[in-house]
């Protein structure tokens, strides 16, 4: 039994011995990047790999010219392709990103998704982090496409990477801005949020008599409780700018020159406490025009927490 045992074992270790060792260590830009592929259809998964793999890349160091992506003749053929796939890698990473953002990003508000309203901020959330992101890489890739196109390399084109150079050209000339793209989605990602924001919203809404352009007087009367009756000076007390929205708690500090402006300007606040001429102050407000105007005070505001 134990010959019979030795001779299986053998047989298994003389062809497991006839196939070729195919293993490497990845340690440079190109061996990284050969490991970033697209499906036609991507999942959350796979864009994750991806970026993994580019970010590897991005903070690798470059392989010997002589194992280059491109064929590199000298220095000059050298430095440029350094420039160009760098900015290659960062695009990449701006689309990527793009991609991830998609997942999450809620292309409209529908009323039917109110029960899941939070889950679908959070989503919101997660989008507009992702989104903004990329912007960073858009950045660096802008850098390296501007080093890539001096004087010194107009007439210099590298084979192989081709498409490289048509990326840098677009990006240059302002037929490939990803900026305009991620800040187009942004904008449509904040309305969207608003628009959750307000569903089902049993608070006061705002009608600016200078956007009405018409109206109608109807026979049917309601009544209302006068223990439920809308008091507007305790609501006037808690708007800014006209901006409705949900009834918040906020607190931050204050270091300015007049805490009694702050009070004026908020009737709701209150003085939590002061230190060193720092006052910490509380107030009731609806809306977001209190957040507004509180980040347009500059350095005398700070901690600002909303809630």
């Known amino acids: 039994m134990r010959n019979r045992l030795l001779f299986i074992f053998s047989i298994i270790f003389f062809f497991s011995s006839l196939s070729p060792a195919s293993s490497y260590f990845v340690r440079y830009k190109e061996q990284y990047y050969k490991l970033y592929h697209i499906h036609l259809k991507q999942h959350s998964d796979d864009i ?73 901020i959070d989503s919101l959330n997660k989008a507009e982090q992702i989104y903004r992101t990329s912007l960073v890489y858009w950045e660096e890739a802008k850098l390296w496409a501007e080093k890539a196109n001096v004087p010194a390399f107009r007439f210099l084109f590298l084979d192989k990477v081709q498409y490289w150079e048509d990326e ?66 305790e609501f006037r007390k808690r708007i800014q700018f006209m901006y409705g929205g949900k009834l918040q708690r906020v607190r931050f500090t204050y270091s300015g020159h007049s805490v009694e402006a702050i009070l004026d300007r908020l009737p709701t606040a209150k003085i939590e406490s002061e230190k060193e001429g720092t006052y910490t102050i509380t107030a009731e407000v609806f809306g977001k025009g209190i957040e507004m105007w509180l980040r347009g005070q500059g350095e005398m505001i700070k901690n600002i927490e909303i809630k």
């Open 168 to 233: 840098k050209e677009a990006m240059i000339t302002g037929r490939l801005n990803y900026e305009k793209t991620v800040n187009r989605n942004l904008r449509r990602l904040e309305k969207v949020r608003e628009k959750f924001d307000i569903f089902n919203d049993s608070y006061p809404t705002i009608y600016r008599i200078d956007r009405i352009k018409d109206y109608q007087v109807i026979p049917e009367k309601f009544h209302i409780p006068y223990a439920n009756r809308f008091e507007e000076g």
């Open 48 to 120: 994750l790999e991806n970026i993994y793999y580019l970010e590897k890349a991005i903070k690798a160091d470059f392989c010997n010219p002589l194992y280059a992506l491109a064929t590199i003749k000298d220095e000059k053929d050298w430095e440029k392709y350094r420039y160009l796939f760098l900015m290659h890698l960062n695009l990449k990473m701006v689309e990527q990103h793009l991609r991830l953002a998609a997942r999450y990003d809620k292309k409209e508000a529908f009323f039917y998704n109110y029960p899941w309203k939070e889950q679908n």
